[in-house]
């Protein structure tokens, strides 16, 4: 026997975790560990029957309603709200548990879930709340079984059959949900990156470029952009996003190209991505370098193959690129050289004197790359995040003393070296590697593999790719995902149901339900009907309505065998004895009535399986056939005795 109360409180404690969850890496320390800890003291009182009584719950939650309302401000919203959430439901679980409270529990985290829709709406959050859909169900029915009687237990089968019962409401609605799922619009991105305009500056991929401005760089590995194509090597996993010419002070930015520049990829291995940025990032349109054409969002192309989105952001959005990999670009029109040797206002001595004798070394463009390339190579540079040179001269730093940094200083000092030494140069600031999502076909471009490199112009060439970072010596680890091989598992295949989750539901939105709709409304006027079907409609339809009709009297008249053999006795009652059933009169009643054994038995089989919610067994069902023929037999004796004749045999 399982105890109602037992049941409701695992329930609950249950319904309240899937509430909890999904929360718990957006809330304050307090109510991130409060909760747990009041989970398993609720678990243990219920237990016990040690559950907070009185009006200590009540003041408590008075207390924390208090202090989170006085956090409550325009940029401060969200936070404080499912703060308090989450620390009421803890209150709640620790309190004695009536039937008003349990639906408080269910209310609680009902409200705590959907507060997680507004920082996350990935697949997950659908799989909680079809779980919690299920359990609240099962919970509302057990809960009809406590308000009677608290104390009542149930059997393990008819907890089962309870339990079956109540799945049937989350199931008989998935129809209403589908039906809601293709009529309802639906939001792009979690409601609080609308709300919080003013959020916290993401670090990774910029617009502007300026070495040592902090000595150490942190890493965030948030998403910026999934591409699906095909499995690269990793040197060709340079994806370009904004080229920066020109300085403002000591850090690079972009500057509009000179009159009459228009530069177009080369010759190289073509290779279609189909790319979907993350919400919210810049308006710089991602591609493999070297990109020849963006399709699928509105775009201004400059003259130097790189691409900007016009409008504003949409949400999620995807777009076609075609690039053509390891090529240089080609100038159709004339450059302005003079504007790619400018130089910053300030640069120390030691790189000038590096440039000029670069220049004087080198007879040509050409030569003097591949003298400042040979000089990096030799240099002894170490990639590096932290300690990084900072002050008024870092890039001077970074060469001669620390020789430490990461690639805004190996791409910064090459292409100022580069123009010293009289070569047009540019910075291209963008994204190297990706991890490669074998489930989906798909790479993950997180902000942490931002990376800036350098454009040469070499006459005869166009500008030529050139990566200083490459020549440092601990290159190969640059862009390696540390991850352990059994956690990247995971990580790639949950980053595989988040992809298709954003695929099918969320791009899922007004625009593409009326597309459908427009659609099948198309297919349906183009759809041609022949006559001869014309003139047989009347009398398909009878045929569909005659099937119909049958099939429901069919279901109407469907018994179980339990019923076809007690109708099966009580005809044989009937037409033997004359005697029937009353509405009032039990199988028990009426088979003593008969003064027959093989009826008394057939009452005991039958009855001892009826009221203990057990189908009969093939062979209580034979013997009760038997036992059926057997009335019928005595009952002809019977008769005939007292007839004075002999019966015969049938």
């Known amino acids: 026997m399982v105890r109602i109360k037992t049941v409701l409180n695992s329930l609950a404690s249950g319904i309240a975790l899937l509430g909890f969850v999904p929360l ?68 709640r679980m620790i309190s004695e548990k009536s039937g008003r409270n349990y639906l408080q529990i269910y209310a609680l985290s009902l409200f705590a879930l959907a507060g997680s829709s507004l920082f996350s709406l990935d697949a997950l959050f659908l799989c909680y709340f079809l779980l919690m859909l299920a359990l609240i169900a099962v919970s509302l029915v057990v809960l009809t079984f406590h308000s009677s009687s608290s104390a009542q237990s149930v059997s393990r089968a008819g907890m089962k059959r309870i339990v079956s019962v109540a799945l049937v409401m989350p199931v008989a609605s998935l129809p209403l949900i589908l039906l809601f799922f293709f009529i309802l619009p639906r939001t792009q991105y979690p409601l609080w990156n609308f709300l919080n305009v003013g959020g916290a500056k993401v670090t990774g991929f910029s617009e502007k470029v300026e070495p040592g401005s902090a000595p150490v760089v942190g890493e965030v590995r948030n998403v910026a952009f999934r591409a699906s194509c095909p499995r690269l090597p990793k040197d060709q996993l340079y994806w370009r996003g904004i080229v920066l010419n020109g300085f403002e002070g000591g850090a690079w930015v972009r500057r509009e190209p000179p009159a009459g520049e228009d530069g177009i990829a080369g010759k190289g291995e073509t290779v279609r991505q189909i790319i979907f940025p993350a919400p919210g990032r810049s308006p710089q349109l991602l591609a493999l370098n070297i990109p020849r054409s963006i399709s699928g969002l509105r775009h201004t192309a400059g003259p130097d193959c790189t691409y900007v989105k016009r409008g504003a952001a949409a949400g999620h959005e995807k777009y076609e690129a075609v690039s053509a990999l390891g090529a240089t670009i080609i100038m159709k029109g004339g450059g302005d050289a003079a504007f790619y040797r400018t ?94 999502n074998e489930l989906g076909g798909y790479y993950v471009v997180s902000e942490d593999m931002a990376h800036v490199w350098v454009e040469a112009h070499i006459a005869g060439k166009g500008w030529v790719t050139l990566d200083p970072s490459a020549w440092a010596v601990n290159s190969a680890a640059i862009g390696e995902n540390r991850e352990r091989r059994a956690a990247r598992t ?161």
């Not at 206002?345 to 030569?367: C, K, V, Y």
């Not at 009826?610 to 034979?622: K, V």
């Open 24 to 91: 718990f890496p957006y809330l304050e320390t307090v109510p991130r560990f409060l909760f747990p800890a009041a989970l398993a003291a609720g678990i243990m009182a219920d237990r016990k029957g040690w559950p907070v009584r009185g009006r200590i719950p009540t003041v408590i939650s008075l207390f924390c309603f208090i202090f989170y309302a006085s956090q409550v401000g325009r940029d401060n919203l969200v936070g404080p709200a499912v703060n308090l959430l989450v620390i009421l439901l803890a209150v």
């Open 343 to 436: 130089l910053p206002p300030r640069l120390s001595q030691r790189m000038a004197a590096l440039g000029r004798e670069i220049a004087a070394r080198g007879r040509d463009d050409g030569e003097r790359v591949a003298l400042l390339v040979e000089y990096y190579r030799d240099a002894n540079l170490t990639y590096a995040t932290t300690g990084l040179p900072v002050g008024e001269e870092p890039l001077d730093q970074f060469l001669f003393d620390k020789k430490r940094g990461h690639c805004e200083f190996f791409a910064s000092s090459f292409a100022i070296l580069l123009r010293a030494a009289g070569v047009p140069a540019r910075l291209v600031g963008g994204y190297y590697g990706g991890d490669y």
């Open 490 to 650: 995971i990580a790639m295949a949950l980053d595989a149901l988040g992809y298709y989750w954003n695929m099918a539901v969320i791009n899922y939105d007004l625009e593409r339900q009326l597309q459908v709709i427009s659609s099948a409304h198309g297919g349906l006027k183009r759809l041609a009907v022949p006559a001869r079907l014309k003139r047989l409609a009347p009398a398909l339809l009878l045929l569909v309505v005659a099937v119909a009709g049958s099939v429901i009297l069919l279901r109407r008249g469907r018994v179980t065998r339990e019923e076809r053999i007690l109708r099966a006795f009580l005809r044989r009652v009937r037409r033997e004895y004359g005697r029937e059933a009353g509405p009032a009169t039990g199988l028990h009643e009426l088979a003593a009535s008969l003064h027959d054994p093989g009826a008394d038995r057939f009452a005991e089989i039958y009855g001892g399986a009826l009221y203990r919610d057990r189908r009969l067994t093939p062979e209580q069902i034979r013997e009760l056939k038997g036992l059926i023929r057997g009335l019928h037999n005595r009952a002809g004796r019977a008769i005939a005795g007292r007839a004075g004749t002999i019966p015969q045999n049938s």
